[in-house]
């Protein structure tokens, strides 16, 4: 079965660049949608993008100007870099797959059906 | 951006009992609608997709229920291994987004 694994420092100072790789096992990247997600206590789950098998990347227009996500289905990977981080972007961080069902003919995305187990990334001088 | 409003926030109750989580959306979003369970520590768990679909392996007490911007998870018969938060998310339009949660605690 599909497992995800997110890895990266787990402290980043202010103004740097957080980094974030996620090795995906036992099966193919293919034709799927392949996202990043982050949790706080406070603004609770937040979707931040995805990048399809393709290399075409969606994100959260709330992020997007400092987010950019990429993917090598060679090595089953994808990854998150996030830029000018602040105390704000402490998280929990997550990689996720969008799962897919039919309905009434077609196919569709939408829910997350295969999570990493996540990783824990403060901001901090 | 769509809004999902969960509610109860927190919700006591028994092993056995019956509860009811909802979840209303700011705008209409058909039946693309998902429901997570999360325990301390572990990533979201899948429950529910397509307002009413279970997911593989999930036991048959949850169900999904609604369409359109009212939504409500069941949990037909509390077990102990269900004391957890759960979570609605909508995929009709991007950015995908989340309800706050609801707590179900003893």
């Known amino acids: 079965q599909l497992r995800l694994q997110e890895s990266g420092p787990g402290l980043v100072k202010p103004s740097e660049t957080l980094s974030l790789t996620c090795d995906v096992f036992?099966?193919?990247?293919?034709?799927?949608?392949w996202n990043w997600l982050r949790q706080t206590p406070g603004k609770g789950l937040e979707w931040i993008g995805y990048?399809?098998?393709?290399?075409?990347?969606n994100y959260n227009p709330s992020l997007k100007s400092r987010v950019t996500m990429s993917v090598d289905t060679f090595k089953n990977q994808f990854y998150l870099e996030l830029r000018s981080v602040t105390a704000a972007d402490t998280a929990i961080y997550y990689c996720a797959r969008l799962g897919d069902y039919l309905d009434n003919g077609g196919t569709y995305f939408g829910h997350f059906d295969f999570w990493g187990r996540g990783i824990l990334v403060s901001v901090s001088s | 951006d769509i809004q999902l409003t969960q509610s109860p926030p927190f919700l006591s109750a028994s092993v056995g009992d019956r509860v009811n989580i909802a979840c209303r959306a700011s705008q209409d979003i058909t039946n693309f609608l998902a429901w997570y369970q999360q325990k301390p520590g572990k990533a979201p768990k899948l429950l529910i997709y397509?307002?009413?679909t279970l997911q593989s392996g999930v036991p048959s007490r949850f169900s999904g229920s609604g369409s359109g911007t009212e939504f409500t998870l069941t949990i037909r018969s509390l077990q102990s291994e269900d004391f957890a938060a759960y979570f609605c998310?909508?995929?009709?339009?991007?950015?995908?987004?989340f309800g706050g949660g609801t707590t179900v605690e003893i």
């Open positions: 036992y099966d193919s990247m293919n034709t799927y949608y």
């Open positions: 998310q909508q995929y009709k339009t991007y950015p995908l987004t």
């Open positions: 397509a307002a009413s």
């Open positions: 990048v399809y098998s393709n290399g075409s990347p």
